[in-house]
């Protein structure tokens, strides 16, 4: 029902009472703007009492209205343009406090990332990682930069680690035709998901392969045909998601891998700092 819950308030508009109707009709015009609203505050700009939007909830089937909230801010997340998100974001950042206002929210998701992570399928994850005949990693648009910084990572521990590029769909599937079950896939998305991460995994997991995914929720189009589902909470800091959350995840599946494959990752390692030594990459002076 929350998936549909435009639908659903479109198809019982003429059951609701003459308040309902008048919050059902503000949330059809402006659910990106309700989705961020108290009851009080939503009560107030349709003119009816905050009891009535609570009671409203109720008629819908949620638990209370925090639960419509979120199901309308899961609507907002999926459905809006940039330009709109960018509206929204607007609208909830004070432009004197933004600094404070949008740090104080990313130290929260990763909290609450913590809390709400599933820690078993994190260690399986990490487990299979350090068994994987090749490791395969994938994000597209905005989890492009994730995907890279985990690629970046992984190449300096093992040699097996292939950065999957979306530039079409029919290359995609050209570097990971060969996927299998010995094989891990870690598939990284987020709002507003891209259909080319979403096929991917589909073909990865119908090839038997393990498939890893890091997204925001379990209603994400790439949770459904993962072995793994490591949540992340996201929520818009300007017209894109804050990924302060996901990069916290993959920080510590890094940290885990090396831990887990010490002495094979130590070998590499030195070894690359003698490459690095003997070719001047970095700055010795500072």
């Known amino acids: 029902m929350k998936q549909n819950l435009l639908q659903v308030l479109t198809e019982r508009m003429t059951t609701f009472s003459k308040g309902q109707r008048q919050i059902a009709a503000y949330i059809l015009e402006h659910y990106d703007r309700a989705a961020y609203m108290t009851a009080a505050r939503l009560g107030a700009v349709v003119k009816v009492s905050e009891s009535t939007v609570v009671r409203f909830a109720d008629e819908l089937g949620f638990s209370g209205y925090p639960e419509l909230q979120k199901a309308l801010q899961e609507l907002a997340k999926t459905h809006l343009t940039a330009a709109q998100r960018m509206e929204v974001a607007d609208s909830l950042l004070d432009k004197d406090h933004i600094l404070e206002k949008v740090l104080m929210g990313d130290a929260d998701k990763i909290r609450h990332t913590l809390d709400s992570l599933d820690k078993d399928a994190f260690y399986a994850a990490v487990q299979k990682i350090g068994e994987a005949r090749h490791i395969y990693i994938l994000g597209s648009r905005s989890s492009a930069s994730l995907a890279s910084f985990l690629n970046f990572n992984f190449r300096m521990m093992f040699d097996n680690v292939r950065n999957v590029e979306v530039t079409s769909g029919s290359e995609m599937f050209e570097q990971i035709l060969d996927i299998g079950r010995e094989d891990v896939l870690i598939a990284i998305s987020f709002p507003r998901y891209s259909k080319r991460t979403v096929r991917a995994v589909q073909f990865a997991h119908d090839a038997g392969a393990d498939v890893v995914s890091i997204t925001d929720s379990a209603a ?17 800091a300007s017209f894109v998601d804050s990924l302060v959350a996901p990069l916290s995840i993959i920080n510590a599946m890094v940290a885990a891998v090396s831990m887990s494959r010490h002495d094979q990752v130590a070998q590499r390692l030195r070894r690359l700092e003698e490459i690095w030594d003997e070719y001047d990459v970095y700055d010795k002076n500072q």
């Open 220 to 236: 994400s189009p790439i949770a459904a045909d993962c072995d793994q589902l490591l949540t992340a909470h996201s929520d818009m």
